[in-house]
């Protein structure tokens, strides 16, 4: 299909704030314009990455001097003297950041008193660790955007930079601000599509004025600083205290390199129209100057307690110098004329109304009133805004109770002998390897505790010191990064309390955080966190040991989105951080307690909890698998409101006497697909729900179905119900030869299936079949994993090492056997090292035909370790269509290692109880289909005869939205060619319909591939 598009001339004068021509150095690795370094000619660019900031700047009147960048700079004349003849100093995102690192080269760009614009995220990262760099943040986290366009949400909308950008009532952007690039070899003619604009989200330091932020929601780096302005005057975040010279204006802008890309090939021009615009606009600004802009960061204080320190900062844009008054209730404040208004300890008498006057030679402005409000505590009551309460008395089936508000816990591995003497009353014993008490939330719960404002925890714990194991922990099922964690010292080191809490996005402050106080000696202690939110965006946090506040400086982060509250464990997708010792007396309320009430909970236990009646619901309602062979069984498994009267299963009938607290099974031995309905009561309310079951006709003997995908819609595989989704973006379903298929469709793809009844008991020997396709033959370092594991896994690199029974699929030239173009292969690993290492992967020596469906069979045999053997394995494939199979690898010994013992992961358990397929690119994946694993013993029958289907034609539509163009399809993998004839290439990122594109050529021609 071809596509005319019309060229759109983005490098042309585009209006902005007006200013006469000034001189300006561009510092960058490319000595000029159509000249790259040497690094970035090698790899196919034949003018600058970045020439086209340099060509904007010309094209609007500015004398422009590229400068190649240089290490200590601060100790070549030349180079300060070429600096210093400019008006305006600019630094390319393509720099290496180790250029702006070590003291005398962060002192000296820090120093400069001639303005400078940072245009990369690298190297304004502040902190005091190894990647540290110009300290105009306070840490370094960084996160690429990946939206195919970035928009920018103006914090500061009436900053002059956002002179003629449209803008939303939200303060977004109408138009895009930039895109996400794609590198054409010139001398290959191969394209590698490039990582985003790489964002630094740790908080500005002190002074600092957020100007912009990324606005496109669903980007990783939603909300991340983009543009931000410091002023004379400021100090560094860098552990240096380095007096900032002149202003400084972060406009973070450029690709970081990807796809073979070298480091010198970073920031490739990425701006639209309207970031040009605003790059323009941001240049004339900091020539230009303007009248000051003032806020006060935070904007107010709440919730404080006396004694505690507090700051009030003067947030200020405008031309320097810029000074400050401060004033308390209209009144002016003798002395404070800083940026920053410090109380060291609050008194009663702070309380009241502040506000700053900023000024400059070109005018003043007056910011917002901020108020400062100090806590009232209450009278002393344990039981007021109690939210849940385990007492951990006593095990009901696998659960055991929340006495508030019927959040029970449900019991991992623990059974009535891990009910034992307890601090008061009873407790429960962990074994540190296994088992753990865990709570799966539902929406509308008022669980997890983190998602309250303010909030404490308190719990007694008995344990020796150990390895980074956790007592209470919040965690999501489909995002390794938020945790919110109660915990041993993450090294062992002694027997203090650890505090880890880590955002959505993966951001810490401080990382680990350790208390002073033992509570791990093996004696029973008491331990109480307690949180408030006094502004926005601003958490105090306090950790108290057996009553006694401990000086441990902790420092809490948002948005931290959990969906599951755990004891003695971590549960994300999988449970892992198994704590060795005893827990009793567990229980959170949605406010912060006073120290009053942490003294009364070291004397007594909880009498008299409250109890509240909340809606019914189901939370579970679903058979283990969704579909069986034929006479084959499941268990059907529901999970209902504990005070729930009547619980009826359609066509079971009443199975209340089947459920304990909440809580029951039925197994199912099916002839022909089920359809079940739930229906819990509780006086005159009833709640319903729906399930089915399908059966696998003409399955040969011998064989238990897994999963064939055909049950599921095409989609992500995690909300299909089924199978776990430990990164959020693991599995795709997806349509081939009439069969509903998985792909991984991310770089850190971990699903996984649990076994539950099926699994591989020690001295069993059972096989796995799976039918795989070949991923797309221009594929590289690409690698799918499929394996039978005990393994708890957080990411894909968990799967390197220490998993189990496993063959890998992955994609790479054969110089060695003659193949000099990519192909897949399948490999296998046998045995492992030691310390979590494991040989390289044999390969078998024959390709993986592309687009030809290959059965795959994996003789497992799971060892006693007791009796001292290996887990063994054995691997066949054979083409479909083939009359005989072929063995590939035989006898290879599982990589699971029995002496290794993962910090937190924990050591290799007996049972193999997951299926997990793994996969490490968003752009390429194998194909798999038809799971099944063998009832007992090794089974060398195909289970069922694949039957190719014919599809319908996928049909592709576009349409022009703005600027852009919209393809919309039915069904495929996108392809791209720049003619009919081709070369035909999937589009990079594997984008899902419909997908927007912005035209940078006459014409593209689009089309699907099965």
Same mark, same amino acid.
């Given at each position: 299909?071809?596509?005319?598009?019309?060229?759109?001339?983005?490098?042309?004068?585009?209006?902005?704030?007006?200013?006469?021509?000034?001189?300006?150095?561009?510092?960058?690795?490319?000595?000029?314009?159509?000249?790259?370094?040497?690094?970035?000619?090698?790899?196919?660019?034949?003018?600058?990455?970045?020439?086209?900031?340099?060509?904007?700047?010309?094209?609007?009147?500015?004398?422009?001097?590229?400068?190649?960048?240089?290490?200590?700079?601060?100790?070549?004349?030349?180079?300060?003297?070429?600096?210093?003849?400019?008006?305006?100093?600019?630094?390319?995102?393509?720099?290496?950041?180790?250029?702006?690192?070590?003291?005398?080269?962060?002192?000296?760009?820090?120093?400069?008193?001639?303005?400078?614009?940072?245009?990369?995220?690298?190297?304004?990262?502040?902190?005091?660790?190894?990647?540290?760099?110009?300290?105009?943040?306070?840490?370094?986290?960084?996160?690429?955007?990946?939206?195919?366009?970035?928009?920018?949400?103006?914090?500061?909308?009436?900053?002059?930079?956002?002179?003629?950008?449209?803008?939303?009532?939200?303060?977004?952007?109408?138009?895009?601000?930039?895109?996400?690039?794609?590198?054409?070899?010139?001398?290959?003619?191969?394209?590698?599509?490039?990582?985003?604009?790489?964002?630094?989200?740790? +908080?500005?330091?002190?002074?600092?004025?957020?100007?912009?932020?990324?606005?496109?929601?669903?980007?990783?780096?939603?909300?991340?600083?983009?543009?931000?302005?410091?002023?004379?005057?400021?100090?560094?975040?860098?552990?240096?205290?380095?007096?900032?010279?002149?202003?400084?204006?972060?406009?973070?802008?450029?690709?970081?390199?990807?796809?073979?890309?070298?480091?010198?090939?970073?920031?490739?021009?990425?701006?639209?129209?309207?970031?040009?615009?605003?790059?323009?606009?941001?240049?004339?600004?900091?020539?230009?100057?303007?009248?000051?802009?003032?806020?006060?960061?935070?904007?107010?204080?709440?919730?404080?307690?006396?004694?505690?320190?507090?700051?009030?900062?003067?947030?200020?844009?405008?031309?320097?110098?810029?000074?400050?008054?401060?004033?308390?209730?209209?009144?002016?404040?003798?002395?404070?004329?800083?940026?920053?208004?410090?109380?060291?300890?609050?008194?009663?008498?702070?309380?009241?109304?502040?506000?700053?006057?900023?000024?400059?030679?070109?005018?003043?402005?007056?910011?917002?009133?901020?108020?400062?409000?100090?806590?009232?505590?209450?009278?002393?009551?344990?039981?007021?805004?109690?939210?849940?309460?385990?007492?951990?008395?006593?095990?009901?089936?696998?659960?055991?109770?929340?006495?508030?508000?019927?959040?029970?816990?449900?019991?991992?591995?623990?059974?009535?002998?891990?009910?034992?003497?307890?601090? /008061?009353?009873?407790?429960?014993?962990?074994?540190?390897?296994?088992?753990?008490?865990?709570?799966?939330?539902?929406?509308?719960?008022?669980?997890?505790?983190?998602?309250?404002?303010?909030?404490?925890?308190?719990?007694?714990?008995?344990?020796?010191?150990?390895?980074?194991?956790?007592?209470?922990?919040?965690?999501?099922?489909?995002?390794?990064?938020?945790?919110?964690?109660?915990?041993?010292?993450?090294?062992?080191?002694?027997?203090?309390?650890?505090?880890?809490?880590?955002?959505?996005?993966?951001?810490?402050?401080?990382?680990?955080?350790?208390?002073?106080?033992?509570?791990?000696?093996?004696?029973?202690?008491?331990?109480?966190?307690?949180?408030?939110?006094?502004?926005?965006?601003?958490?105090?946090?306090?950790?108290?040991?057996?009553?006694?506040?401990?000086?441990?400086?902790?420092?809490?982060?948002?948005?931290?989105?959990?969906?599951?509250?755990?004891?003695?464990?971590?549960?994300?997708?999988?449970?892992?951080?198994?704590?060795?010792?005893?827990?009793?007396?567990?229980?959170? /309320?949605?406010?912060?307690?006073?120290?009053?009430?942490?003294?009364?909970?070291?004397?007594?236990?909880?009498?008299?909890?409250?109890?509240?009646?909340?809606?019914?619901?189901?939370?579970?309602?679903?058979?283990?698998?969704?579909?069986?062979?034929?006479?084959?069984?499941?268990?059907?498994? /529901?999970?209902?409101?504990?005070?729930?009267?009547?619980?009826?299963?359609?066509?079971?009938?009443?199975?209340?006497?089947?459920?304990?607290?909440?809580?029951?099974?039925?197994?199912?031995?099916?002839?022909?697909?089920?359809?079940?309905?739930?229906?819990?009561?509780?006086?005159?309310?009833?709640?319903?729900?729906?399930?089915?079951?399908?059966?696998?006709?003409?399955?040969?003997?011998?064989?238990?179905?897994?999963?064939?995908?055909?049950?599921?819609?095409?989609?992500?595989?995690?909300?299909?119900?089924?199978?776990?989704?430990?990164?959020?973006?693991?599995?795709?379903?997806?349509?081939?030869?009439?069969?509903?298929?998985?792909?991984?469709?991310?770089?850190?793809?971990?699903?996984?299936?649990?076994?539950?009844?099926?699994?591989?008991?020690?001295?069993?020997?059972?096989?796995?079949?799976?039918?795989?396709?070949?991923?797309?033959?221009?594929?590289?370092?690409?690698?799918?994993?499929?394996?039978?594991?005990?393994?708890?896994?957080?990411?894909?690199?968990?799967?390197?090492?220490?998993?189990?029974?496993?063959?890998?699929?992955?994609?790479?030239?054969?110089?060695?056997?003659?193949?000099?173009?990519?192909?897949?292969?399948?490999?296998?690993?046998?045995?492992?090292?030691?310390?979590?290492?494991?040989?390289?992967?044999?390969?078998?020596?024959?390709?993986?035909?592309?687009?030809?469906?290959?059965?795959?069979?994996?003789?497992?045999?799971?060892?006693?370790?007791?009796?001292?053997?290996?887990?063994?394995?054995?691997?066949?494939?054979?083409?479909?269509?083939?009359?005989?199979?072929?063995?590939?690898?035989?006898?290879?010994?599982?990589?699971?290692? +029995?002496?290794?013992?993962?910090?937190?992961?924990?050591?290799?358990?007996?049972?193999?109880?997951?299926?997990?397929?793994?996969?490490?690119?968003?752009?390429?994946?194998?194909?798999?289909?038809?799971?099944?694993?063998?009832?007992?013993?090794?089974?060398?029958?195909?289970?069922?005869?694949?039957?190719?289907?014919?599809?319908?034609?996928?049909?592709?539509?576009?349409?022009?939205?703005?600027?852009?163009?919209?393809?919309? /399809?039915?069904?495929?993998?996108?392809?791209?060619?720049?003619?009919?004839?081709?070369?035909?290439?999937?589009?990079?990122?594997?984008?899902?319909?419909?997908?927007?594109?912005?035209?940078?050529?006459?014409?593209?021609?689009?089309?699907?591939?099965?």
């Amino acid at each position: 299909m071809k596509i005319p598009i019309r060229h759109l001339a983005w490098l042309v004068a585009c209006p902005a704030l007006t200013l006469s021509a000034a001189n300006i150095a561009f510092v960058s690795f490319h000595p000029a314009d159509d000249q790259p370094d040497g690094s970035a000619a090698n790899a196919g660019f034949t003018n600058a990455p970045d020439a086209g900031y340099t060509r904007l700047l010309r094209a609007n009147g500015h004398n422009v001097t590229r400068l190649v960048t240089i290490d200590s700079a601060d100790a070549n004349p030349d180079f300060i003297a070429a600096l210093e003849t400019n008006d305006l100093i600019i630094i390319s995102r393509s720099v290496p950041s180790g250029h702006y690192q070590q003291a005398n080269e962060t002192a000296f760009w820090n120093g400069l008193t001639k303005p400078v614009m940072i245009l990369g995220g690298y190297i304004i990262r502040g902190g005091t660790g190894g990647g540290s760099r110009l300290g105009l943040t306070t840490g370094e986290t960084m996160v690429d955007t990946t939206s195919s366009n970035v928009y920018l949400r103006a914090v500061i909308p009436s900053h002059p930079i956002f002179q003629g950008i449209a803008l939303d009532p939200n303060g977004v952007m109408v138009n895009p601000y930039a895109r996400r690039m794609t590198h054409t070899n010139a001398t290959s003619g191969a394209t590698a599509l490039q990582n985003g604009i790489s964002v630094n989200n740790n +908080p500005l330091i002190a002074g600092g004025a957020q100007i912009a932020v990324v606005g496109t929601t669903g980007d990783p780096a939603n909300n991340g600083t983009i543009i931000a302005e410091f002023a004379q005057g400021l100090t560094s975040g860098n552990g240096r205290s380095e007096v900032l010279g002149a202003k400084r204006l972060v406009f973070l802008t450029g690709s970081r390199e990807a796809g073979g890309v070298p480091a010198n090939g970073a920031g490739i021009y990425d701006l639209l129209p309207e970031g040009e615009r605003l790059f323009l606009n941001a240049v004339n600004y900091l020539l230009a100057g303007a009248p000051p802009i003032v806020s006060v960061n935070p904007p107010f204080g709440t919730n404080l307690y006396v004694g505690e320190p507090w700051t009030f900062t003067a947030q200020a844009t405008g031309s320097d110098p810029i000074t400050f008054q401060w004033y308390k209730n209209g009144q002016l404040l003798q002395g404070q004329n800083q940026p920053a208004l410090v109380f060291a300890a609050l008194t009663a008498e702070d309380a009241g109304d502040y506000q700053v006057v900023a000024s400059n030679p070109a005018g003043s402005a007056t910011s917002a009133v901020a108020r400062l409000e100090l806590a009232v505590l209450p009278p002393p009551n344990i039981t007021n805004s109690l939210i849940a309460y385990w007492p951990l008395d006593t095990l009901l089936g696998t659960k055991t109770p929340d006495l508030v508000s019927g959040y029970d816990m449900t019991a991992v591995n623990m059974v009535a002998t891990n009910v034992v003497g307890g601090r /008061w009353g009873n407790a429960f014993l962990f074994n540190g390897t296994s088992t753990g008490l865990e709570r799966i939330h539902n929406p509308g719960d008022d669980l997890p505790i983190y998602n309250h404002p303010n909030f404490t925890v308190s719990l007694w714990v008995s344990g020796l010191p150990q390895t980074d194991r956790r007592v209470f922990s919040e965690g999501s099922l489909t995002n390794n990064n938020p945790l919110f964690n109660i915990g041993t010292h993450n090294a062992g080191a002694d027997g203090t309390v650890d505090i880890y809490i880590r955002s959505d996005g993966g951001g810490t402050v401080g990382d680990h955080r350790h208390s002073v106080a033992w509570a791990f000696d093996g004696n029973w202690h008491h331990i109480a966190y307690v949180q408030r939110q006094v502004a926005p965006g601003i958490m105090r946090a306090q950790l108290y040991v057996d009553g006694v506040l401990d000086p441990v400086e902790i420092t809490p982060v948002r948005p931290l989105t959990a969906m599951a509250t755990s004891i003695g464990m971590i549960r994300r997708a999988s449970a892992s951080a198994f704590f060795a010792g005893m827990i009793d007396e567990v229980a959170v /309320w949605n406010r912060a307690l006073t120290p009053e009430e942490i003294q009364i909970l070291q004397q007594t236990y909880i009498t008299n909890p409250p109890t509240r009646l909340l809606p019914l619901v189901i939370t579970r309602f679903r058979t283990d698998l969704p579909a069986v062979v034929r006479g084959g069984t499941t268990t059907l498994r /529901w999970e209902v409101s504990k005070d729930a009267t009547q619980i009826e299963i359609a066509p079971l009938g009443d199975v209340t006497a089947e459920t304990t607290a909440g809580s029951g099974t039925r197994s199912l031995t099916l002839t022909e697909p089920m359809t079940l309905v739930l229906t819990v009561r509780r006086g005159n309310d009833s709640l319903s729900a729906t399930t089915s079951v399908a059966v696998v006709e003409n399955v040969a003997s011998g064989w238990d179905v897994l999963d064939t995908f055909d049950q599921y819609a095409p989609g992500p595989l995690g909300p299909q119900g089924y199978w776990n989704d430990a990164t959020g973006n693991s599995g795709q379903v997806i349509a081939t030869n009439g069969h509903m298929a998985l792909r991984t469709p991310s770089g850190n793809s971990v699903g996984f299936l649990n076994l539950r009844n099926l699994s591989v008991q020690p001295g069993q020997a059972r096989t796995l079949f799976f039918r795989v396709i070949a991923g797309e033959p221009n594929a590289t370092g690409i690698t799918n994993v499929v394996a039978l594991t005990d393994k708890s896994m957080r990411n894909y690199g968990d799967a390197f090492f220490n998993l189990g029974p496993a063959v890998y699929l992955t994609a790479f030239t054969n110089d060695v056997m003659g193949f000099f173009t990519n192909a897949w292969y399948i490999g296998a690993r046998n045995g492992w090292i030691g310390g979590n290492a494991s040989p390289p992967p044999d390969f078998a020596q024959q390709p993986l035909e592309p687009g030809v469906v290959y059965n795959v069979w994996i003789n497992v045999t799971n060892a006693v370790e007791a009796d001292g053997y290996f887990d063994t394995f054995s691997v066949y494939i054979q083409k479909e269509g083939a009359s005989e199979r072929t063995l590939l690898f035989q006898d290879y010994m599982s990589d699971r290692d +029995p002496y290794y013992v993962d910090p937190v992961l924990g050591g290799m358990l007996p049972v193999m109880d997951k299926l997990v397929v793994l996969g490490n690119s968003a752009s390429f994946s194998a194909i798999f289909d038809d799971f099944y694993l063998s009832r007992d013993g090794y089974n060398a029958t195909v289970p069922k005869p694949y039957q190719f289907a014919p599809a319908e034609p996928a049909i592709l539509s576009v349409q022009k939205v703005g600027n852009q163009i919209e393809l919309r /399809w039915t069904r495929g993998t996108l392809q791209h060619a720049p003619a009919v004839t081709g070369p035909w290439t999937d589009v990079p990122g594997n984008p899902t319909s419909p997908w927007l594109v912005t035209p940078a050529e006459s014409s593209r021609f689009y089309r699907t591939r099965q």
